[in-house]
């Protein structure tokens, strides 16, 4: 069956725009997770590495987008070279969209066995769970230091000496309720008189130091710390460990009384739901890459004298 050369142009355009709006969201798709924390926590529970899928994607909604230009110049000017060459770009483009979804589907996969085990699913889980207490612990850094209220990040620092601490620097005249977080009440601290800083229990300083990198370390976890919000906040446990952890540098146990082991569950729901929809959705552009296939050989059947050559 020949489609008629003007019904063909229509889909042709209609399909490229589809295609570069799916070329944008593998741009965007490919910067989040690429740049973020996520692509270092997961990789070393995945068989290929989250920050190469990124970069992958990157590529990928950039080529996804010249060949959509390609497409639109083939049909708006009915030049049959450039829809031969389109075809055999969306071709490659097919092959791309079902290697990512075989990769994602596997992805999905991994996630979704790991949620029917106890931890750790894996040896590899180990690493994730490390990777992920970390990340979290440094993300809820980048608001005990900044923005929480003293009283409120010095009982994580500090949950020994805090309440010390916090009826002394109140005596002193210290909004202990205030915003700032450590940096803020360690600058108070200094604003007043000398003999403020030696009545206060020595720790104080140690949390001091831990915040003083939070520009530089802490605030490449924002986003972590956005979904650990809204999906997995910090509570009494988990307040104890990176208290402890940002404080030493150092964790106890990847999964006893850490972060991961209140999140894991949020955690791995996530990554099976981010890996099912990359899939479903390569899997949708691997169909429509098709159609665009059988409409671009169906324009190019079209009789020669409606089609210019290159």
Known sequence: MTLPTTFSKIILVVLNLVFIAAGGVFIYIGVSVGGSQWSDILSSGTSTAVSTFGTLAIATGAGICAIACFGF???????????????????LAMVLFIAAAVLAFGSASTANDWINKSFPAVQNENDVAEGFNQAYCY?????????????????VFLPNSAATITTVATQAGIDMTEATGVLGFCKNVQ?????????????????????????????????IFSWADAKCPLNTKTSLFCGQFLMTNKQASV?????????????????????????????????????????????GKSPADEYSKA
């Open 73 to 91: 110049f083939g049909a708006l000017c009915r030049n049959k070279c450039l829809l031969t060459i389109y075809s055999i770009f969306v071709f």
């Open 191 to 223: 604003a007043k008189a000398g003999a403020l800083a030696s009545m206060l229990p020595a720790e104080y300083k140690k949390a001091c130091d831990a915040c003083q990198t939070v520009g530089d370390k802490y605030g490449n976890y924002k986003a």
């Open 255 to 299: 999964f006893t009384g850490a972060p991961y082991e209140s999140c894991r569950p949020a955690v791995l729901d996530m990554w099976k739901s981010t890996s099912k929809n990359i899939a479903i959705g390569s899997t949708v552009l691997a169909v429509v890459a098709l159609v665009v296939m059988f409409v671009a050989c169906q324009a």
């Open 139 to 155: 993300a809820q850094a980048g608001r005990l230091c900044t923005s929480a209220s003293a009283k409120d990040a010095l009982a």
